[in-house]
C-alpha cells in the first residue's frame, strides 16, 4: 500500500495513494498505525482524497485506528472523502462516530 | 443467450484478495454501459463494485476449503431489466439468515459485508447447489 506521510506540527498527515481500501490492502494500514502509535505518535489526519472505494474492510481497518488512537487520548480524523466513500460513512452510521473534514486546511486548524 | 439477454459474464479467479479490485471494477465497468439506466450510474458502479467485493471476501473467507487452487467463480448477468451477480464458492459455506443485523451503535470493526450488500441489492440468496454454494444478488435496472 503507498502511503505518504508529513509531520504538521504534532500531527502526523497519512496520505493514502491507492484507488481502493478494501480487504486486500487494508491490513496494511491497520498494521502501519500501529507501529506508529507504538513510537508514541498519537494525532492523525487520514487525507483519503486519493481513494474512490472503501469496502466493508476498510471501513472496519478505519475504526480500529480510530479507536486505537482514542484509547491513547489522541486524534485520528478523516478528510477528502469522496462523496461515494462518503454515502459508505452515512449508510454504516459511521460519519457520526469519525471526525470528518471537508478539506485539509479544515482539518488542521480544526483542533 | 436470449433475446432479452443483454450482458452475459463469467470469470474465475483464485481465491486471494488480490483479485478483489479485478473483480470489482468489472461491476463498475458494466455500470457504465447501461445508458438506458434510469438511475444515477455512478452510485450503481459503486454498488456493484460492493457487492461484488464483499461477496468473494465473503466466498474467500467462509467458502475456502484450504485447498491450493481453490477458486471463486462469479457470474454476472443482465436479463429483462433485471441484474444478477452469482459468486459461487466451494467451502462449507455458512447460513445466511443467521448472520445478525449489525448493531450499528457499536464499534467493532467486522460484520457489515453482509448488510452492505443486502442495503445496497434489492434481493440477497445464499444456496448449495451441485456447482457449490452461490451467494445471488439480485438488482431491478428498471
Known sequence: MNISTRQQDDTLILSIEEERL????????REFVLKLLGEGQIRFILD??????VDSSGLGVLLSGY????????????TGLHPRVQAMFELTRLDQVFE???SLNEALTHT | MGEKTLINLEIVVPNETRYLGLIGNIGEEVARFLDTYAGDRESLGYHLNLALTEA???????GTRGEAGDTVRVTLR????????????QGQGFDLSAVPLPN?????ENGRGIFLIRSIMDNVTYQKTDQG?????????A
Open chain 1, 22 to 29: 478494501d480487504a486486500h490492502n487494508s491490513p496494511e494500514l
Open chain 1, 48 to 53: 483519503l482524497s486519493g481513494v474512490s472505494f
Open chain 1, 67 to 78: 479507536k486505537n488512537v482514542n484509547l491513547q487520548s489522541g486524534r485520528f480524523c478523516l
Open chain 1, 100 to 102: 470528518i473534514h471537508a
Open chain 2, 56 to 62: 468473494m471476501v465473503n466466498a474467500i473467507h467462509y
Open chain 2, 78 to 89: 443482465i436479463e429483462d431489466n433485471q441484474l444478477c451477480l452469482k459468486v459461487y464458492d
Open chain 2, 104 to 108: 450499528l451503535e457499536n464499534l467493532h
Open chain 2, 133 to 141: 454454494n452461490v451467494l445471488e444478488m439480485y438488482k431491478k435496472l
